[in-house]
């Protein structure tokens, strides 16, 4: 049983401050700069081009991999890292729509974070095969599934919404979707570390998400994919990269995938990046993440009931049921940027959404109850009080 009040202590936050923020960019792990440090200086500083094999940074995406799997419920074998979350999205999906000739509907949602639907725009611009994408609401899709039928190639979905957290049935969009003779691909970048996961026993073909989210592997961590272990060795890479060549140092001229995951990877890893991942994974070891997933809604159900008592007029547009949610709370308010910027001033760190959302991600690892009721009393605060109405706080940064 993990004891989330002490996992606080592989974190580096500022005791002040209550971060609720960790779904977009989880915080810091103490062993991070270390790591980071041995990387650069004993790594790369002493060891140069040798460190490729004495320090094993070839075999690191793998290494990483094998740890994240048992999070989403993945064997070993079955989860590549490397390369951002859009571009493992196009690897799925290609593969997907190579195997679905004849079919022409990619089934989304308009909750879907963009960057997915942009790069199956992108995929099927290029293909010129006459496929569409279909993006019902969130709450529609089963209903599109038994519409579209025969023509469904591929259901592409992200599992937990990023604006509302809105969580899908995985297993059972995935079996009908299956049942229609289509192939399905899950986003886990709101899911990963944040809710409990059986990838394989939803049967799906294809997953993928982010480490910086909750599993906090830093800025522009490398992304995971996660291919179903029957199809591997069936799947023609689309992007057929030298590092997913069965033996890249031969120097082959032409392409042949290796046996296994391995055919995911495409080009040369971001080893310091990854370093500091593999330390960031050292938190999540033995995790009993149905333990974290009761934690979280034990968070995220207090924030909404205190919200309720203290603010009843600001709207929820997260689920109200528990197992309906991931591990964020999201509000509307036309105001919700300048607010969010009031918060951030006051030490309470969540972030906004176009057009209106006030986002709050909870985290067991870092995130108590304590903070969740200090949090409470800010907003509560700041909204009774208007300190939000200040023309510095309405002033949008580049990222909001
Ligand atoms: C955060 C996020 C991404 C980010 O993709 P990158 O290529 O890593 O920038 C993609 N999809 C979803 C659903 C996300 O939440």
């Given at each position: 049983?993990?004891?989330f009040?002490?996992?606080?202590?592989?974190?580096?936050?500022?005791?002040?401050?209550?971060?609720?923020?960790?779904?977009?960019?989880?915080?810091?792990?103490?062993?991070?700069?270390?790591?980071?440090?041995?990387t650069?200086?004993?790594?790369?500083?002493?060891?140069?081009?040798?460190?490729?094999?004495?320090?094993?940074?070839?075999?690191?995406?793998?290494?990483?991999?094998?740890?994240?799997?048992?999070l989403?419920?993945?064997?070993d074998?079955?989860?590549?890292m490397?390369?951002?979350?859009?571009?493992?999205?196009?690897?799925?999906?290609?593969?997907?729509?190579?195997?679905?000739?004849?079919?022409?509907v990619?089934?989304?949602?308009?909750?879907?974070f963009?960057?997915?639907?942009y790069?199956?725009q992108?995929?099927?611009?290029?293909?010129?095969?006459?496929?569409?994408?279909?993006?019902?609401?969130?709450?529609a899709?089963e209903?599109?599934?038994?519409?579209i039928g025969?023509?469904?190639?591929v259901?592409?979905?992200?599992?937990?919404?990023y604006?509302?957290?809105?969580?899908?049935?995985m297993h059972?969009l995935?079996?009908?979707?299956?049942?229609?003779?289509?192939?399905v691909?899950?986003?886990?970048?709101?899911?990963?570390?944040?809710?409990?996961l059986?990838?394989?026993?939803s049967?799906?073909?294809?997953?993928?998400?982010?480490?910086?989210?909750?599993?906090?592997g830093?800025?522009?961590?490398?992304?995971?994919?996660?291919?179903?272990?029957?199809?591997?060795?069936?799947?023609?890479?689309?992007?057929?990269?030298?590092?997913?060549h069965?033996?890249?140092?031969?120097?082959d001229?032409?392409?042949?995938?290796?046996s296994?995951?391995?055919?995911?990877?495409?080009?040369?890893?971001?080893v310091?990046?990854?370093?500091?991942?593999?330390?960031?994974?050292?938190v999540?070891?033995?995790?009993?993440m149905?333990?974290?997933?009761?934690?979280?809604?034990?968070?995220t159900?207090?924030f909404?009931k205190l919200?309720?008592?203290?603010?009843?007029?600001?709207?929820?547009v997260?689920?109200?049921?528990?197992?309906?949610?991931?591990?964020?709370v999201?509000?509307?308010?036309?105001?919700?940027?300048?607010?969010?910027?009031?918060?951030?001033a006051?030490?309470?760190?969540?972030?906004?959404?176009a057009?209106?959302?006030?986002?709050?991600?909870?985290?067991?690892?870092?995130?108590?109850?304590?903070?969740?009721?200090?949090a409470?009393i800010?907003?509560?605060?700041i909204?009774r009080?208007?300190?939000?109405?200040?023309?510095?706080?309405?002033?949008?940064?580049?990222?909001?």
């Amino acid at each position: 049983m993990t004891d989330f009040n002490k996992t606080k202590a592989f974190f580096k936050i500022d005791s002040n401050l209550i971060y609720l923020d960790g779904n977009s960019l989880g915080p810091m792990p103490l062993n991070a700069q270390a790591r980071a440090r041995q990387t650069i200086e004993d790594e790369w500083g002493k060891q140069l081009i040798l460190a490729w094999n004495k320090a094993g940074w070839m075999d690191l995406s793998a290494k990483i991999a094998n740890r994240i799997a048992p999070l989403i419920g993945a064997s070993d074998g079955t989860v590549m890292m490397g390369d951002t979350l859009s571009i493992k999205v196009y690897q799925a999906l290609a593969a997907c729509l190579s195997k679905q000739k004849g079919r022409k509907v990619i089934l989304s949602d308009r909750g879907n974070f963009p960057t997915d639907l942009y790069m199956a725009q992108g995929l099927i611009d290029q293909l010129d095969q006459g496929h569409r994408i279909e993006t019902p609401p969130p709450e529609a899709v089963e209903a599109s599934i038994q519409a579209i039928g025969d023509d469904l190639a591929v259901l592409m979905l992200t599992h937990v919404d990023y604006r509302t957290g809105r969580m899908h049935d995985m297993h059972r969009l995935t079996q009908l979707a299956q049942s229609k003779g289509a192939m399905v691909i899950w986003d886990l970048a709101h899911s990963a570390g944040a809710v409990n996961l059986n990838i394989e026993a939803s049967n799906a073909e294809f997953a993928a998400g982010c480490s910086y989210k909750y599993l906090n592997g830093g800025p522009g961590a490398p992304a995971f994919i996660y291919v179903r272990q029957d199809i591997i060795p069936k799947l023609a890479p689309v992007l057929s990269g030298w590092l997913g060549h069965q033996s890249p140092f031969d120097f082959d001229l032409d392409y042949l995938p290796a046996s296994g995951i391995e055919r995911m990877r495409i080009g040369t890893p971001s080893v310091i990046q990854l370093s500091i991942l593999d330390a960031a994974m050292e938190v999540w070891q033995d995790m009993d993440m149905l333990a974290l997933r009761r934690q979280s809604q034990k968070l995220t159900s207090l924030f909404i009931k205190l919200i309720g008592e203290q603010l009843p007029d600001l709207k929820l547009v997260s689920p109200i049921d528990p197992e309906a949610r991931g591990s964020q709370v999201s509000y509307a308010f036309e105001e919700g940027y300048a607010v969010m910027q009031a918060l951030i001033a006051a030490g309470v760190i969540g972030d906004f959404r176009a057009p209106n959302i006030m986002r709050f991600g909870f985290a067991p690892l870092y995130n108590d109850e304590d903070q969740v009721q200090r949090a409470v009393i800010i907003l509560t605060k700041i909204m009774r009080e208007r300190l939000w109405d200040r023309p510095e706080y309405k002033q949008k940064a580049k990222v909001t």
